[in-house]
């Protein structure tokens, strides 16, 4: 049973498509997360939900917007995708905020 | 922003040795955590501590936290092949909304 589940897994599109990814945990937890991995393996976070309620937003452009349509979800929707928006992005979820957070696979995005 | 800072940068060493990377930061942290990532998926937790001087193990691995609550050490003792990887410390940072920050993580290479 996969804990953090993440789809699609690869996506390769073109500059200026709009695509999603999502999200889903089986945990019963309470946040949920999205992290962007750069080229250098470089993990930040980018949005966190707590119980379906945005509770952090990082510097991240206003192209990618987080939909959770419940707690067991967290979907990212990105518009208007760049060269630059190619990496992986981690789903992950957390009991509470502040505690384990445990990750997804991963959805390696690929604009070209 | 908050920076952990993780090193070494990567370690190439013989099976059966021993190994050590640690994390510092200028700020006091509540919570350390120490994720292993392998090719391909999400990193993975290892080692959580929560109390400054608290020592865990978990197998092979003992990480600390340190006493200052601005740095935590992971060792790894007589490495095996599996071990290959990327590690990285975490720690939470800020409120009680606070983000879990990573260190840009430490690449472990075993030579059989």
């Known amino acids: 049973d996969t804990a953090v589940s993440q789809t699609p897994k690869y996506l390769v599109t073109q500059m200026g498509n709009d695509k999603s990814i999502k999200c889903e945990q089986n945990?019963?937890?309470?946040?949920m997360y999205w992290y962007k991995q750069d080229s250098k393996k470089f993990l930040k976070i980018m949005f966190s939900?707590?119980?379906?309620?945005?509770?952090i937003n990082e510097t991240v452009p206003n192209r990618f917007s987080p939909k959770s349509p419940d707690k067991a979800h967290l979907n990212l929707h990105i518009n208007s995708l760049e060269l630059g928006d190619s990496a992986v992005y981690f789903c992950?979820?957390?009991?509470?905020?502040?505690?384990?957070?445990?990750f997804g696979q991963g959805t390696r995005l690929t604009v070209v | 922003g908050q920076q952990l800072n993780q090193s070494p940068q990567s370690m190439f060493i013989q099976e059966g040795e021993d190994v050590s990377m640690n994390c510092t930061s200028s700020s006091i942290f509540n919570t350390w955590l120490w994720y292993k990532q392998d090719p391909g998926e999400g990193p993975v937790l290892l080692i959580a501590l929560y109390k400054a001087g608290e020592l865990t193990s978990n197998g092979r691995l003992t990480a600390q936290f340190g006493i200052t609550r601005k740095d935590s050490f992971l060792n790894i003792s007589a490495s095996i092949p599996s071990d290959v990887g990327i590690y990285f410390c975490a720690g939470f940072y800020g409120g009680s909304q606070g983000n879990l920050i990573f260190g840009k993580g430490t690449k472990l290479s075993v030579k059989p």
């Open positions: 939900y707590n119980n379906k309620e945005l509770i």
């Open positions: 945990l019963g937890h309470d946040t």
């Open positions: 992950a979820s957390s009991q509470f905020t502040r505690t384990v957070a445990f």
